[in-house]
């Protein structure tokens, strides 16, 4: 499983077209290329869990690449919040549901080459873990050196293809990050993206010579996917001055210490936050108890062009949608069944839905501007890590404009279609039919035939 990391579906589709990734190109034309849903939020890290653990990030615990822990169990630093850029991505595996198993710890031996989940792997099976490594990648990203991360993934491109050629492994996920790195830096249709996909193509290209070469290849499954997509970034919308400004005190990254803070304000992607409130709770308040305190807050929010979706939850089971100039509606759930009612409007613009399966709430969505949101939506907010108030960014927008040593001209992490569709590329063509990134465990370890758990959220489509 290779993640060409921020890949969108139509800029991978018009490179093969163009005959610039001939590898890729082959595997479309012996299997399928297909579009599929990603995670909400649509982020690196989060976005990986569907891929590693058949599960939707919040329903594991990443409800985002920063949230802040009520509880005080998990991030017990003075501000008691976590943020998986840096150092401390090393506790994800600790952070994660340990009763959701991921992919290395049921298809043994595996590789994880950049793979922000990493557990089951034993040290050796992790490529991008060394110290001499690590300081590499650290340095090209605070000096933001764009073709810097095409070296690197030229490196770990190599060195996986190597490690697959002279070792026998059941499941490797090597993740590239190059795309996402450039199309932050110029667009994700810019000539530098598309030498990071030529890597990719390279990749893949390396992998099938080699294992062709040895009889493999016959009964190799290889596949390559996308995290998230990516859209333009024209303003930032820097919540945490804006807050200041409004006189909130604020917890945020890279100075999330304010233990008196008024709103912990959680970025993701960029285009998606967390915020929360009334922080000297250990238990997570619903919407109904905080409106009365914070609903001129919210107002004030709707009011900002950089809003485009306000999700506000009221219960573990519903939440409440606004949208500025659409209206409000509600979204109820519950064994596996999505209800969605228009209020004062209709802001995902998909009309009344009542007791959706999964599958027709897909159906109901996928060709909206927000695939999928009901049952993300669901599964984001059922997650007791996540925040009060979760915003998604109207396009040309993020919620982020300091720490950012690559000033971002694109972005991601919102519900939006250019964020929420990733391709999906198969070497040999699905039973089913692909539609989200968490059927790709379980269809993995159909294919491996390892038994699938029950547990998992994903389906096979194999």
Known sequence: MIIADGVRPDTLGRSIAGGHLPALAALRDEGQLSTVTSAFPSVTGPAYAPFLMG???GSIGLPGLRWYDRSRRIARLSGHARSYVGAEMRFVDRDIDRASPTIFELAKPSLGALSVIGRGLRRRERIGQSPAFVARAAATHFRGNVRGWLAIDRLVGEEAAHRLRTERVRFAFIALTGIDKTSHAEGHDAP??????????????????????????EKMSLW?????GHSPVREHEDLVALLAEWGFSTLAHPWAFNSSADIAVMVSGNA?????????????????????RWNDLVERLLSRASVDLMILPTSAASCEIRAPGR??????WGESRYSYTPVSGDPLGIGE???LSEGEAYEATIESDYPDALVQIAHLIASPRSGDIILSAARDWDYRARYEPIPHVSSHGAL??????????LNRPAVGIPRRTVDVMPSALAALGITIPKTLDGISFF
């Open 416 to 425: 939006h279609r250019e964020h929420m569709l990733v391709p999906l590329l």
């Open 224 to 228: 390559v996917g996308s995290d998230h």
């Open 353 to 355: 839905q009542n007791s």
């Open 192 to 217: 530098i993206v598309g030498d990071a996909m030529r890597i990719v193509d390279d990749t893949v290209a390396q992998i099938r010579s080699d294992a062709e070469r040895d009889g493999r290849w």
């Open 272 to 292: 998606m936050t967390h915020l929360y409130m009334e922080l000297e709770q250990k238990t997570r308040p619903w919407w109904p108890a905080l409106g009365g």
């Open 55 to 57: 599960r939707y990030p």
């Open 327 to 332: 209206g409000s509606a509600t979204l109820v």
